[in-house]
């Protein structure tokens, strides 16, 4: 794919850290929920720092949208982002991804790791066909919780919110563990879905194939 240049149309934060972008979408331009691009700035000297985000939005809309966290703690290109508003300009690059839609199962996330199943969430709660799907979804605290009203009207009683530096009434400040996946997921034989950090999945991934699951059936970012 060649690449693109596409206006900014709207930015803002939606969590202290999250920042969601809305963008020009080209004629034409597909891509499947749970896929990412590569993306730069088209600013002078940025343009090809190339880093990659998922579309979190529907394809059908008129737009794109990437949901995107900052990191403030070096002067990367996320923090570029957090900088740049309505008006200015992305380069997008090619489109990637193995983490697209299986069938019924569990969808595991951590922290901005949630990025590829919003727009699988998104497509499968429009289409009626998001029931028998359950998210568990770690973070470090609440304040961290990218798009919880959203997440929590959508999947009601099967979205599983945890904490790992907070203890927040009606849930446990635990990690997702072996102990943790055998006490919340009976059936092994079902698709999972993994992404976060690449500790996070390695762990995740390797607890799930020890306990039942298969190659084909844990799907994640490879």
């Given at each position: 794919?060649?690449?693109?240049?596409?206006?900014?149309?709207?930015?803002?934060?939606?969590?202290h850290d999250?920042?969601?972008?809305v963008?020009?979408?080209?004629?034409?331009?597909?891509?499947?929920?749970?896929?990412?691009?590569?993306?730069s700035?088209?600013?002078?000297?940025?343009?090809?720092?190339?880093?990659?985000?998922?579309?979190?939005?529907?394809?059908?809309?008129?737009?794109?949208?990437?949901?995107?966290?900052?990191?403030?703690?070096?002067?990367?290109?996320?923090?570029?982002?957090?900088?740049?508003?309505?008006g200015?300009?992305?380069?997008?690059?090619?489109?990637?991804?193995?983490?697209?839609y299986?069938?019924?199962?569990?969808?595991?996330?951590?922290g901005?790791?949630?990025?590829?199943?919003i727009?699988?969430?998104?497509?499968?709660?429009?289409?009626?066909?998001?029931?028998?799907?359950?998210?568990?979804?770690s973070?470090?605290?609440?304040?961290?919780?990218?798009?919880?009203?959203?997440?929590q009207?959508?999947?009601?009683?099967?979205?599983?919110?945890?904490f790992?530096?907070?203890?927040?009434?009606?849930?446990?400040?635990?990690?997702?563990?072996?102990?943790?996946?055998?006490?919340?997921?009976g059936?092994?034989?079902?698709?999972?879905?993994?992404?976060?950090?690449?500790?996070?999945?390695?762990?995740?991934?390797?607890?799930?194939?020890?306990?039942?699951?298969?190659?084909?059936?844990v799907?994640?970012?490879?």
């Open positions: 794919m060649n690449k693109q240049i596409v206006r900014i149309l709207d930015a803002h934060f939606i969590t999250v920042k969601r972008f963008l020009e979408k080209p004629e034409g331009f597909e891509f499947i929920p749970g896929q990412a691009a590569d993306v700035i088209n600013l002078p000297g940025w343009e090809d720092q190339i880093r990659p985000f998922t579309f979190t939005c529907l394809r059908e809309k008129h737009y794109l949208e990437f949901t995107i966290k900052i990191y403030n703690d070096h002067e990367g290109v996320t923090n570029m982002l957090g900088q740049i508003n309505a200015g300009e992305l380069i997008i690059h090619e489109v990637f991804g193995v983490i697209q299986k069938g019924k199962g569990v969808f595991i996330a951590g901005a790791g949630i990025t590829p199943f727009a699988i969430l998104r497509d499968l709660y429009q289409n009626d066909t998001l029931g028998g799907n359950k998210l568990i979804f973070n470090k605290t609440s304040a961290d919780v990218i798009l919880e009203d959203e997440l009207e959508m999947l009601q009683n099967d979205f599983v919110k945890i790992t530096r907070e203890n927040v009434i009606g849930f446990q400040k635990r990690r997702i563990d072996r102990e943790y996946l055998i006490e919340t997921i059936n092994f034989g079902q698709h999972f879905y993994v992404c976060g950090p690449d500790e996070f999945v390695k762990s995740i991934s390797n607890e799930l194939l020890q306990l039942g699951a298969t190659a084909d059936t799907i994640f970012e490879k």
